[in-house]
């Protein structure tokens, strides 16, 4: 049994048929079955001279082509295609494209310029052109969809006209038929049909966008419920319920987790406006109005910034812990937490509105240095029951240096003993901590020094009247002196 059979071609007008049954025992001529069995460790080549152009191992059963292999251009079916099984696996029908996996493309197709490798993938195309999917099923229903990109199984699986997306993870873009799309992550953009312009990185992001466009989502399930449009979502779960809510802007963990309807709403931080279902409101900074649910048009910066915020309306909140006096409060401003001890700016005074155009009923105040007199300033220390665990002061953390001012009951007290609550003296929202507001004293302040300058010049008229009956007294005492000189002298020289 011979251990290796050699085929050397040396002449060209031989033809591979001859060359073949020249060196292989057949029993007829023209047998149907040709057998040839090689050795133990046996290897069968087709060499020329030194040259192996193809080899066969006993012990592999591996066969190996050493030049190249050329297969016909694929003009149907039945030519240049290379087959597993029964099934089709490698063709290029078409202009210019590349067909790799069982069942990829299809003999029917106009379309070129597209490069295809995964079972299935773009079975149906007609005339869409320049495209290239990668997996299994990818782009499987593109009928005349041009300049898309499909890697994963099932990515861009339903897309039929849709053209120039991108989709890059399984069932990315799984039913799109919109445009301009860019997925990145299983199942982003899964179900987009109409939607436009989207772009999608990350796990399940705008996962059940169907018709929203001009959304971006950066994070695991950001804007996974949206059908808006113009919201950007940075950050895991950030947006997660919102459905048509538009010109949203969130970024960071759960921030505008909650949103569903509502637009203009801007959240950077970690659960910021995390329960929010209110319009136009701004959060920036760790937990910033995690809590507001239907408030509108607030704004917070910082940490915890409007922390207790829930259905407050036009509130402004700057600094860490910065909160109104409930959460239900409406048209507020507060700078920084109970820890802030100066209000620090170049002038010393705030400009507020009081244009005479804006006002009526305009009278002179009644209130004034009688109104004064009842007030209490005090000096006080502070001990305030926040600072406690309990809520209650003791006055374990009293502060040593003492203040100045007033009490909000105190002055409450001579508001209302005076029937004029209305100049809102005391803030009462939270009951559990009234807050005072003195600057309105100033104009029954300037109204009481008023009073007391009519009184002064009241006074001073009298003091120069007085006077000047003094200068008259005076003059008349002197003539009395006089006269009372001459009548000495006369009685003097009658005696």
């Given at each position: 049994?011979?251990?290796?059979?050699?085929?050397?071609?040396?002449?060209?007008?031989?033809?591979?048929?001859?060359?073949?049954?020249?060196?292989?025992?057949?029993?007829?001529?023209?047998?149907?079955?040709?057998?040839?069995?090689?050795?133990?460790?046996?290897?069968?080549?087709?060499?020329?001279?030194?040259?192996?152009?193809?080899?066969?191992?006993?012990?592999?059963?591996?066969?190996?082509?050493?030049?190249?292999?050329?297969?016909?251009?694929?003009?149907?079916?039945?030519?240049?295609?290379?087959?597993?099984?029964?099934?089709?696996?490698?063709?290029?029908?078409?202009?210019?494209?590349?067909?790799?996996?069982?069942?990829?493309?299809?003999?029917?197709?106009?379309?070129?310029?597209?490069?295809?490798?995964?079972?299935?993938?773009?079975?149906?195309?007609?005339?869409?052109?320049?495209?290239?999917?990668?997996?299994?099923?990818?782009?499987?229903?593109?009928?005349?969809?041009?300049?898309?990109?499909?890697?994963?199984?099932?990515?861009?699986?339903?897309?039929?006209?849709?053209?120039?997306?991108?989709?890059?993870?399984?069932?990315?873009?799984?039913?799109?038929?919109?445009?301009?799309?860019?997925?990145?992550?299983?199942?982003?953009?899964?179900?987009?049909?109409?939607?436009?312009?989207?772009?999608?990185?990350?796990?399940?992001?705008?996962?059940?966008?169907?018709?929203?466009?001009?959304?971006?989502?950066?994070?695991?399930?950001?804007?996974?419920?949206?059908?808006?449009?113009?919201?950007?979502?940075?950050?895991?779960?950030?947006?997660?319920?919102?459905?048509?809510?538009?010109?949203?802007?969130?970024?960071?963990?759960?921030?505008?987790?909650?949103?569903?309807?509502?637009?203009?709403?801007?959240?950077?931080?970690?659960?910021?406006?995390?329960?929010?279902?209110?319009?136009?409101?701004?959060?920036?900074?760790?937990?910033?109005?995690?809590?507001?649910?239907?408030?509108?048009?607030?704004?917070?910066?910082?940490?915890?910034?409007?922390?207790?915020?829930?259905?407050?309306?036009?509130?402004?909140?700057?600094?860490?812990?910065?909160?109104?006096?409930?959460?239900?409060?409406?048209?507020?401003?507060?700078?920084?937490?109970?820890?802030?001890?100066?209000?620090?700016?170049?002038?010393?005074?705030?400009?507020?509105?009081?244009?005479?155009?804006?006002?009526?009923?305009?009278?002179?105040?009644?209130?004034?240095?009688?109104?004064?007199?009842?007030?209490?300033?005090r000096q006080f220390n502070w001990d305030k029951r926040e600072w406690y665990d309990n809520n209650?002061?003791?006055?374990?953390?009293?502060?040593?240096?003492?203040?100045?001012?007033?009490?909000?009951?105190?002055?409450?007290?001579?508001?209302?003993?005076?029937?004029?609550?209305?100049?809102?003296?005391?803030?009462?929202?939270?009951?559990?901590?009234?807050?005072?507001?003195?600057?309105?004293?100033?104009?029954?302040?300037?109204?009481?020094?008023?009073?007391?300058?009519?009184?002064?010049?009241?006074?001073?008229?009298?003091?120069?009247?007085?006077?000047?009956?003094?200068?008259?007294?005076?003059?008349?005492?002197?003539?009395?002196?006089?006269?009372?000189?001459?009548?000495?002298?006369?009685?003097?020289?009658?005696?």
């Amino acid at each position: 049994m011979f251990k290796k059979i050699y085929i050397n071609i040396n002449m060209r007008t031989k033809t591979f048929f001859i060359l073949i049954c020249s060196l292989i025992i057949c029993n007829s001529l023209f047998a149907q079955n040709i057998t040839n069995t090689l050795g133990t460790s046996g290897i069968f080549k087709i060499k020329d001279g030194s040259t192996d152009y193809l080899t066969l191992s006993q012990s592999t059963g591996q066969i190996n082509i050493l030049k190249t292999l050329q297969l016909v251009n694929t003009t149907s079916s039945t030519t240049g295609v290379l087959y597993k099984g029964a099934d089709r696996f490698l063709h290029n029908y078409g202009s210019d494209n590349t067909f790799l996996g069982i069942f990829s493309g299809n003999f029917t197709m106009t379309g070129g310029g597209n490069t295809v490798m995964g079972v299935s993938a773009f079975s149906f195309n007609t005339s869409g052109s320049l495209n290239t999917a990668i997996g299994r099923s990818s782009l499987n229903s593109n009928s005349t969809g041009f300049y898309n990109t499909a890697l994963g199984s099932y990515s861009l699986y339903f897309n039929q006209t849709g053209w120039n997306n991108t989709a890059v993870g399984m069932n990315s873009l799984y039913y799109n038929n919109g445009s301009s799309n860019t997925a990145v992550g299983s199942n982003s953009l899964y179900t987009n049909n109409t939607g436009t312009e989207n772009t999608a990185l990350g796990m399940q992001s705008l996962l059940w966008n169907d018709w929203g466009s001009y959304n971006t989502a950066l994070g695991f399930k950001a804007l996974y419920w949206n059908n808006g449009n113009y919201n950007t979502a940075v950050g895991r779960n950030s947006l997660f319920s919102n459905s048509s809510g538009t010109e949203n802007t969130a970024v960071g963990y759960h921030s505008l987790y909650s949103n569903t309807i509502n637009s203009g709403n801007t959240a950077v931080g970690y659960n910021s406006l995390y329960t929010n279902t209110g319009w136009q409101n701004t959060a920036v900074g760790h937990h910033s109005l995690n809590s507001n649910t239907t408030g509108n048009y607030n704004t917070a910066v910082g940490y915890n910034a409007g922390s207790t915020v829930t259905t407050g309306l036009n509130l402004t909140l700057i600094g860490i812990d910065a909160n109104p006096t409930s959460g239900t409060a409406n048209d507020q401003v507060t700078l920084g937490n109970g820890f802030v001890s100066s209000l620090r700016c170049n002038v010393q005074t705030i400009t507020s509105l009081s244009d005479m155009r804006d006002k009526k009923n305009i009278k002179e105040l009644t209130l004034g240095l009688d109104f004064i007199t009842k007030l209490k300033p005090r000096q006080f220390n502070w001990d305030k029951r926040e600072w406690y665990d309990n809520n209650v002061s003791d006055g374990r953390k009293m502060k040593e240096a003492p203040t100045a001012g007033f009490i909000a009951q105190e002055l409450d007290d001579a508001q209302t003993t005076q029937n004029a609550e209305w100049l809102n003296l005391v803030l009462k929202d939270n009951p559990e901590k009234w807050e005072a507001t003195p600057g309105n004293l100033l104009p029954i302040m300037v109204k009481a020094i008023q009073e007391l300058k009519t009184e002064n010049d009241e006074l001073k008229g009298k003091l120069a009247k007085f006077e000047e009956m003094q200068s008259l007294m005076a003059v008349e005492i002197e003539k009395i002196k006089s006269n009372n000189s001459e009548v000495k002298e006369i009685k003097l020289g009658e005696k």
